[in-house]
C-alpha cells in the first residue's frame, strides 16, 4: 500500500474544534506526535482561501514526508498539487477525478455500505473511509452509524481486495483499541483510524497524536 493510513489526521477549522488556534500550527503538532497522513476538510472557506490554506498546510505536510489529501475539491488539489483527494458520495466522481487528477494521485472514498465499498474496489480507488463508526457531534448529518459491526460487515465484504481502510467517527484513545480489534474481519482488518475532534480539540495536539499512536501499535490487529 502507497500511503500509511494507520494515524489519519482530518482536519475541522470550526471554532468549537479549532478553538481560535492556527491550522497550520495544530497539524505540525499532530505531525509531530505520528500522524501519517493529514486531509484537509474545510467546508466554510471559500475557493480562495481553501487554496491558500492548503498551501500552507502542504508546506508543513512536506517537510514530515506526510501525503496532504484534499476533501471534496478536485480543483483545489489540482490548484496546489497536493498528493491527492478525499471524495463522498455526492461529490466528484471517482472516475473524473481520475482523469483529471496525476495519475500516482491518491483517491480515497468514503463509505457506509457494502455496496458503496464494492463500487470503491471497483472503481480502483486507493482506500475507503469506513462510517460512521460512532455518533459524533463532529458531523452530525451522517448517512448512518455503522458501529463495529457494520464496519466488519463491509471488510468481509471486500475481504479478497487490497484496498486500503480507515474508520472514521467518534474514535477517541479511549475506543480506539475496540475499534481496530473489533472491526476485524477473518481476512481483512481495519489499515487505521481517522481523527478530527480527538486530536484537533485537544489541549495538546501532539501529545494526543502520540498516544493514538501507541495505541494502534500495540493493538494486536496490527502487531
Ligand atoms: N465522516 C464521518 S464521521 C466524521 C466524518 C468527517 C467526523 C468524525 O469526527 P470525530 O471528531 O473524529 O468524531
Ligand atoms: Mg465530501
Redesign the pocket.
Known sequence: MPVDLSLYL?T?STPA?LKGRDLCTVVEDALKGGVTVVQY?DKKSDTGDLISTAKKLHQVTQRYGVPLLINDRVDVALAVGVEGVHLGQDDMTFELAKKLLPKDAIIGI?TSSIEEARKAVADGADYI?I????A????TN?KSVIGTAGTQAILDAISDSSIGTVS?????HANVQRVLYQSKSPKKGLDGV?????I??ADDPKASAEEFANLIKSTPVFA
Open positions: 482530518v475541522d474544534i476538510r468514503s473511509g462510517g460512521t463508526m460512532f459524533t457531534p463532529t458531523k451522517t472514521i467517527g467518534g474514535i477517541n481517522a481523527i478530527v475532534s480527538a484537533v480539540a
